[in-house]
């Protein structure tokens, strides 16, 4: 039940590291607009498109049994959507759901591993994403031993701030989750979420200004 996937959620991202737009529209790529909760692909559904984020937020998410939300990842531009399961045989595991309003270029399958026999220089991206994302599963499987609720959050934001910004210094960072978004990233529910950030706050751990967070 606790989320295993973040891949590289709002990564400053190296444009050397990019796919480049243009060849994907070579090989027959199209874009797709969607519209803040339009679902890009669903659970159970079988992969048959390379999706690259061009424009906008995208998450991955799931369901348990009485409705609740368990987000996966947030992932922004630049960014590939599904892209383990699109080396598999194997149906996704999450949803994929627009943030925001979303610019999304989709090539399929079959042209896309074409894509990557012509120009495998990009083989490089996808073994960085995919093992940031097996980083971060593994972090966040390690918290799931903590019992308390300030810890995991702490893991979280510890990730955040250690591996996607430049500056280190106290209060740097400004968490650019709500904290709906931060519950359903660690298994929390919304009330603890929020107590355990006001005591985060009186112990000087991070700072509140406009109901924004800075860690």
Known sequence: MFPNI??????????????NEDKLFSFGADVRIYNP????????????FFFLISKGKVKLNNYNEGGKEFIQGILSQGHSVGLSSLFTDKSYPVNAVAVEESEIIRLPKAQYLQFLQEHPENYFTNIQCLSEHMHYKFLMM??????????KLLTLMDYLK??????????ALQILLTRQQLASLTGLSVETVIRVIK????????????RKIFY
């Open 199 to 210: 005591n985060m706050e009186k112990e000087g751990v991070l700072k509140i200004q406009n």
């Open 37 to 48: 909760n339009d679902l890009i692909f669903s659970e159970g559904e079988v992969p048959g």
């Open 142 to 151: 390690q918290s799931m031993a903590f019992q308390k609720p300030a810890q």
């Open 6 to 19: 973040m891949m590289n959620f709002l990564r400053r991202i190296n444009p050397n590291n990019m796919i």
């Open 162 to 171: 250690d591996h996607h910004h430049h500056d280190q210094s106290q209060y």
